[in-house]
């Protein structure tokens, strides 16, 4: 899809795969890169406070956009400041903002999200707010200046898909940013129907990681998500909206 | 293994400790009300240890059959009488099956991680009179505290192997160890550390949050046994003989702001599959009132202690301990399990394929001597050790035998904010 790229924060991606960060190793990172082709991987401040033993900064290619989570963060003030650490860090200017007040299925917590997204905003962040899928929220954030809006499909970790299908629809309906689905994919089918549906990227990272071949998965996933793409640009998507055409016109009917 | 005998009388106590230690042993009207708060405790009004001692009390192990072990494994998400189930000896022939669900469900939330922490005991004085412990007051043992000075020096070692988290105990005397002094030390270790834990005499709500401001962020404290008369008959003197004060510590611990909690009932002392119930049900309770918070278990089993090797963990064997842990992770699929060094290696080993996530490394339980113990030197004035440890791998053998495993080590996951 080289003539397809989608823009953050005034940057050109070609790849519309972003590895999450929720399982981290060497080998997911790599086979992310060069089997799923991703140039966005986010990664976890809290992983990267670290001594150089295992600091997962140094296992980043250069060329690869860092995408820092706020992982950890309670409230939109925690968030805030682990942002400001990653810029200290030397993460760039992106960030994805986490805002999970459970620690038990580690849903976010929209409005503290919104909150954060603002202040974030305002000092030059190019904002991606995970979100769980509210019409009114992803609203909020794109007056709060989020860079896209990152619903959940389901519950991180959960490999159970597309769960907030009918959701995540309304958000691509309504939404004039780039709709990047985070969390709960398992499968690459999966992957594909949300880009069918018109997102723009997918994030994931258990499905990978806990995959028997992990480069294989990745390379899986890629495909899927460039197929999706393909099929959303080639009007698929609308024609399984619709269904079929009644063979009988409703509105045969009329005459003059 | 012979039922414990706990009471040792040693040489040295003079003849008057002497009868006031054997009245409290055999007179239970010499002992104070354990139910009743001391001085200067804090109460909070909270219903959850109601909650969880009368489904304890409830609990018949013996009732749950081996239907309703397959029921709680075929469900979804197992609730609390699917964990009774689980920890019923009904379940012990499922127990290949309950490894297998539980590596999954810790694979769902962590991954194929295992962290690594280190404990630093930096004062041992103990004004309890708990008579499983090696610190009790009535044990003649080398007591030490240690300075700053010390404290730093054993920080800087431990540091200097790598590890990053740290926790930090002490025994339980607010007057040798007051919460000052740990406030200072855990000023200390935040420079030193990224993470600090303690592991310390339950406190008040004000002094969990001052103790939070100097840096620490994770509470532990074992409950030890949740049958109250029980409990009541093995901390017979001291503070620590308050049930319901330390019942309720890691809630204060959260109300001053401590990021994470940890708990745990010291397996052998009472029915262990009741208080494993209590313990689960405990963080079960706090986790839907307080959700933000993180939660983590671990299991100590009795171990001997200096002037009594005969104590041990009576019927906890490793087989009924993986029981336990199996089923507190398909219960609590999300909190945090540590298996200390009280286990042996090969038991850690297997354990953190199947339901742990943290593990101690470069281990010792006496005072100030970590600079022998890691660079084998002697170390002369050293405190005594509060139970023997069973594993003695140092930071650099764990990591190396955890990615042999198959596992990641990870040494930080945290910011303190």
């Known amino acids: ?256 | 293994m012979g039922k414990n005998q706990f009471f040792v009388d040693c040489a040295g106590l003079s003849e008057k400790t002497l009868e006031k230690k054997r009245r409290l042993e055999q007179d239970p009207s010499s002992r104070k009300n354990h139910m009743e708060y001391m001085e200067g405790m804090e109460r909070i009004s909270s219903g959850i240890m109601n909650h969880v001692l009368d489904q304890m009390h409830g609990y018949d192990p013996g009732a749950y059959t081996d239907a309703d072990v397959k029921n709680a494994l075929a469900r979804e998400n197992c609730g609390p009488e699917d964990l009774k189930a689980l920890l019923s000896p009904a379940a012990l022939p499922h127990l290949e099956e309950m490894a297998v669900r539980a590596r999954e469900e810790t694979g769902k939330h962590f991954g194929n991680t295992v962290y690594l922490f280190t404990p630093l005991y930096i004062a041992n004085y103990c004004e309890n009179y708990c008579v499983y412990c090696g610190f009790n007051c009535y044990n003649d043992i080398v007591r030490k505290k240690l300075t700053m000075e010390e404290i730093e020096h054993e920080m800087k070692i431990i540091a200097a192997s790598g590890m990053e988290e740290i926790l930090l105990l002490t025994g339980e005397s607010r007057s040798k160890s007051d919460v000052n002094y740990i406030g200072e030390a855990c000023k200390m270790a935040a420079k030193c550390f990224r993470n600090v834990g303690l592991e310390i005499y339950p406190v008040n709500t004000d002094e969990y949050r001052y103790l939070h401001e100097c840096g620490a962020d994770y509470v532990t404290v074992f409950q030890e046994t949740y049958d109250s008369d029980a409990y009541e008959k093995l901390h017979l003197l001291g503070h620590k003989r308050v049930f319901p004060y330390r019942f309720e510590a890691q809630e204060r611990a959260i109300l001053g702001g401590m990021r994470g909690v940890a708990f745990s009932a010291l397996l052998g002392l009472a029915d262990f599959r009741k208080d494993a119930l209590a313990s689960a049900l405990h963080v079960y309770y706090l986790q839907r009132k307080y959700p933000y918070v993180e939660y983590s278990l671990s299991c100590p089993r009795l171990r001997p202690i200096i002037n009594n090797d005969r104590i041990n963990p009576q019927d906890v064997h490793e087989k009924e301990l993986c029981q336990i842990l199996c089923a507190y992770r398909i219960f609590l699929p999300y909190v945090g399990i540590t298996v200390s060094s009280r286990e042996q290696k090969h038991f850690r080993d297997g354990i953190v394929k199947i339901a742990a996530t943290k593990v101690s490394a470069g281990v010792s339980t006496g005072i100030g001597d970590h600079e022998g113990k890691y660079e084998g030197s002697q170390t002369e004035d050293a405190g005594d050790e509060q139970f023997e440890i069973s594993d003695d791998r140092s930071l650099g053998q764990m990591y190396a035998d955890m990615e042999g495993e198959g596992l990641q080590p990870v040494l930080n996951d945290y910011v303190y904010v």
Do not use: W
Not at chain 1, 37 to 52: D, M
Not at chain 1, 132 to 145: F, K, N, T
Not at chain 1, 174 to 184: F, H, K, N, S, Y
């Open chain 1, 1 to 256: 899809m080289k003539n397809d790229p989608f823009t953050l924060g005034g940057k050109e991606f070609h790849s519309r795969f972003i590895l999450g960060s929720g399982k981290y190793s060497m080998e997911l990172i790599r086979a992310a890169v060069e089997h799923a082709g991703a140039q966005i991987i986010t990664l976890a401040v809290r992983r990267t406070n670290t001594k150089e033993t295992e600091n997962i900064l140094d296992y980043i290619p250069e060329d690869v956009t860092l995408l820092p989570n706020t992982s950890g963060a309670r409230d939109a003030k925690e968030a805030v400041r682990i942002a400001r650490m990653a810029r200290e860090l030397g993460c760039g200017d992106f960030v994805k903002i986490e805002i999970m007040k459970d620690s038990k299925y580690l849903l976010p917590d929209n409005n503290e999200t919104v909150k954060a997204t603002e202040i974030l905003a305002k000092e030059g962040f190019t904002v991606l707010p995970y979100m769980y899928p509210d019409l009114y929220a992803a609203r909020a954030l794109v007056d709060a200046g989020a860079a896209a809006v990152m619903p959940l499909a389901a519950p991180i970790g959960s490999n159970k898909g597309l769960a907030a299908r009918e959701f995540i629809r309304i958000l691509i309906d309504e939404i004039d940013l780039p709709i990047i689905v985070d969390a709960g994919i398992g499968r690459p089918s999966q992957a594909c129907e949300a880009m069918e549906m018109g997102a723009a990227a997918i994030m994931a990272n258990t499905a990978i990681a806990t995959a028997g071949d992990i480069p294989s998965m990745a390379g899986a996933f890629k495909s899927a998500i460039e197929a999706g793409r393909a099929a959303y640009l080639s009007g698929l998507g609308r024609v399984l909206e619709r269904g079929a055409a009644a063979s009988d016109p409703l509105t045969g009917f009329l005459r003059d």
